[in-house]
């Protein structure tokens, strides 16, 4: 632990309403980075970003949460300026979920709050699930909080996750990375993203790309775009969903996932059921998938008063002594 946490540290680059640091710590395949946010003894809240985006999914948000929260936005593994993972090693729920049981124990972070959007909310969901002890409160920001597969369908999920891996390492010698103009890659990232704003965009880029020779690069790992082959079907997330006993905050965007990223109906049915028999709070803001960072302002208040609401414990000896 003492190890461990002594190579954990953040650099001050901004004093402002927050502090804001840049977080670095090593992980055995390189290191995990993010930004964290507040007080050293704060209340510690961890905040979890979707699939292909990265911290700075957070930057608008954090800054119209408490000024005494310690908030860590991080880079998963594979995004953002956090190490790829070594060839040959699949990109999964579970190891997302090893990766942030790294970050708070080097934190020394026993009992925390989660704020997760998208991706980042389901990977919340296992977490508060496998750790019931360590989450007081979960936040899942246009999130299901759990991602079902068919089960009748997993054999070919699993066959075309390993498949499209295989593949690509045999194409991995002679792959040579995109080069963009800032622009063009802005132009690219949007049209993947058309409900990103151009500020929203220019955020994640900070973060998204790094400049080479002739122009940008994106940093993300191309294998996160591989199928997921460590999926769960309905009937585990469910028993997953009943060992949580954090509090839990839906917020559904009402031009968001169910849009962009549309479930069965039974799927969808069964899980606001698992959440509304939990007696979590269900919310439907204005907005599009990413409304925390297009329009912070709309779901920031909900955030801060469903948070405060709760007591954290021994909040200030909990707190990482950074």
């Known amino acids: 632990m003492i190890q461990a946490l002594k190579s954990v540290r953040h650099l001050a680059t ?9 977080f670095r710590m090593p992980v055995p395949w390189g290191e995990m980075r993010g930004r964290i946010w507040g007080p050293d003894h704060g209340r510690p809240v961890l905040c979890i970003h979707g699939w292909s985006d990265n911290s700075g999914s957070f930057n608008t948000l954090i800054p119209l949460l408490p000024s005494d ?74 999130s299901y909080g759990f991602l079902p597969a068919n089960m009748k369908k997993m054999n070919l999920n699993l066959r075309k996750g390993i498949d499209e891996q295989l593949e690509y390492e045999k194409k991995m010698d002679d ?33 998204g790309v790094h400049q080479v020779d002739g122009g940008v690069v994106f940093s993300r790992d191309i294998r996160i775009n591989l199928t997921n082959i460590a999926r769960m079907d309905l009937g585990q997330s469910l ?35 698992g959440w509304e028999n939990k007696a979590s709070t269900i919310l439907t803001v204005e907005g ?5 960072l297009n329009n912070p302002a709309v779901v920031a208040p909900a955030i801060t008063d469903f948070l405060q609401s709760l007591t954290p414990e021994n909040t200030s000896s909990q707190a990482a002594k950074l």
């Open 239 to 273: 028993l997953l969903q009943e060992q949580i006993k954090a509090k839990v905050l839906v917020l559904r965007a009402n031009q968001g996932l169910k849009i962009t990223f549309p479930q069965p109906q039974d799927i969808m049915d069964a899980l606001e059921k």
């Open 69 to 142: 929260w310690r908030c860590l936005a991080i880079d998963l593994p594979g995004h953002g300026f956090s190490s790829h993972r070594p060839p040959g090693v699949f990109y999964s729920f579970p190891c997302y979920v090893a990766d942030m049981r790294r970050v708070v124990e080097a934190l020394q972070w026993k009992r925390f709050s989660i704020i997760g959007h998208s991706m980042g909310g389901n990977i919340a969901g296992m977490f508060s699930a496998l750790y019931p002890e360590m989450v007081d409160a979960v936040v899942l920001l246009d």
């Open 14 to 22: 901004a004093t402002m309403k927050h502090t804001v640091s840049e």
């Open 288 to 292: 599009d998938h990413h409304v925390h």
């Open 175 to 207: 792959r040579k990375d995109r080069v963009y103009t800032y622009e063009s890659a802005q132009e690219r990232l949007k049209a993947a993203n058309p409900f990103l704003s151009d500020k929203s965009a220019q955020i994640l880029l900070e973060r």
